[in-house]
């Protein structure tokens, strides 16, 4: 029988996070974690191994790699947790804090973390700090929710799973068309025959077979290093690599006269990067026609049209009554429905969203998913959904997944029919 204590504590986008960690490892009172006051805890988060990473950087300290000489830098993110854990395991710790363990892992590197966690659970306090239910851990006995700075305590575990089940999403309306559409004259926009691709001399790709078709909804998977931001690189014209290669894309093969620009003409692209370090003031109408003239945050004075076509977006995410309000005042769920609702204004032949749930809680991932389901129903734009996490209720028509071999990761389409 389990005698040792393992914390939950759930905590979305606006947690006061920072507080409770100080607060837990600096011995200060926390009611409902009275055991832990006198004893010593580690941390275990992203912002830990940056700051390893910044001691190396500056001072050529390899405190989690010494004894494989590797830098931290160079490491996968799942490499980069592993070396983190086996540092912490050999201190002389109490409890262990961990902050969104999972976050940016493939399945494999979760699963061999979660085995690792539950092993470790038995002898030693974890209290886990989790925006997404789904990665607490099994061995869990005592839950709480973090709303704000109130962290509030459940009796049971059933009160807790019951208390913090997911609503159903909906939204307002449907998709507003584009103020000008985009011609299409060909079924095909990607299509990868036979391309490999390799690094200083290291094969990452192997004959690489994929064909994207108008309208279709594709998940791209694949474990850390497999080579999914390679493929994306490719498609936008951010990468070299598809020079000399059997790679077409909107028609054209590659290196017959298009330009960068030209491709990014017919792309919608979002990835959480592009928000998280936005800081200008523009509010969410101006954010939204930004995507008319390709630049985040509105530098030009919109015409009455766009701005009404901007409201009609608002209305269908449910913003409106916050049109005047600043971007950066947003939520980081709400955010990233403003920022896919400006890739998606002009209608794009394809829309790349590069883990655009990465680092969401719940209610905030269920949101986007829900948008991006609503969208592939409701438009003719071709969707190319990246992620790490299977997400519940996204409903693509295929999976194009990655498997790794020692000669180059290779391909695979799933395809399965929608409930």
């Known amino acids: 029988m389990q005698s040792t204590r393992n914390f939950a504590v759930l905590i979305n986008n606006a947690s006061n996070t920072s507080s409770l960690i100080h607060n837990l490892l600096h011995q200060v009172f926390v009611e409902g974690f009275e055991e832990l006051t006198q004893k010593k805890g580690a941390l275990f988060s992203r912002k830990e191994i940056e700051r390893f990473m910044d001691e190396e950087e500056r001072h050529d300290l390899k405190i989690l790699t010494h004894s494989t000489h590797q830098s931290l830098k160079s490491m996968s993110s799942g490499e980069q947790k592993k070396a983190l854990l086996n540092h912490l395991m050999d201190q002389n710790t109490d409890f262990l804090v961990l902050v969104n363990p999972f976050d940016n892992l493939d399945s494999a590197t979760q699963t061999y973390l ?18 997404r239910s789904e990665d607490i851990l099994p061995i869990t006995t005592d839950f709480f929710k973090l709303e704000g700075n109130t962290l509030v305590q459940y009796t049971s575990k059933e009160s807790f799973w019951e208390a913090n089940q997911q609503n159903t999403t909906s939204f307002s309306g449907s998709i507003p068309p584009p103020l000008d559409p985009i011609p299409l004259d060909y079924l095909e926009l990607v299509h990868f025959d036979g391309v490999s691709v390799s690094f200083e001399g290291r094969k990452v790709l192997d004959t690489i077979q994929w064909k994207v078709k108008q309208g279709e909804f594709w998940q791209l998977i694949g474990p850390n290093g497999s080579g999914k931001t390679t493929l994306l690189s490719m498609i936008t014209g951010d990468s070299h690599k598809g020079y000399g290669e059997k790679l077409s894309l909107f028609g054209k093969r590659k290196g017959s006269g298009e330009s960068v620009w030209d491709l990014k003409k017919k792309i919608g ?8 370090k936005f800081g200008g003031y523009h509010t ?3 954010m939204v026609i930004s995507g008319l003239h390709d630049s985040i945050g509105l530098y030009v004075l919109p015409t009455q049209t766009e701005k009404l076509l901007a409201r009609e977006w608002l209305k269908v995410l449910n913003l409106y009554d916050k049109r005047d309000q600043l971007f950066r005042e947003l939520s980081a769920g709400n955010k990233r429905l403003v920022m896919t609702a400006r890739a ?3 209608h794009p032949p394809l829309l790349i969203l590069d883990e655009p749930t990465a680092g969401l809680d719940d209610a905030g991932a269920a949101l986007f ?12 734009t071709t969707i190319i959904f990246v992620s790490h996490r299977t997400e519940a209720g996204l409903n693509p028509q295929f999976n194009y997944v990655l498997n790794m071999k020692p000669t180059g990761s290779v391909g695979k389409v799933i395809h399965y029919e929608n409930p």
């Open 269 to 276: 692209y979002y990835t959480p990067a592009m928000t998280d």
């Open 369 to 380: 998913v829900a948008l991006v389901n609503k969208i592939a129903q409701e438009s003719h």
């Open 284 to 286: 969410l109408e101006h």
């Open 114 to 131: 979660k085995e690792e966690f539950c092993s470790i659970g038995t002898n030693k306090t974890l209290v886990q700090l989790v925006s």
């Open 344 to 346: 998606m204004i002009k």
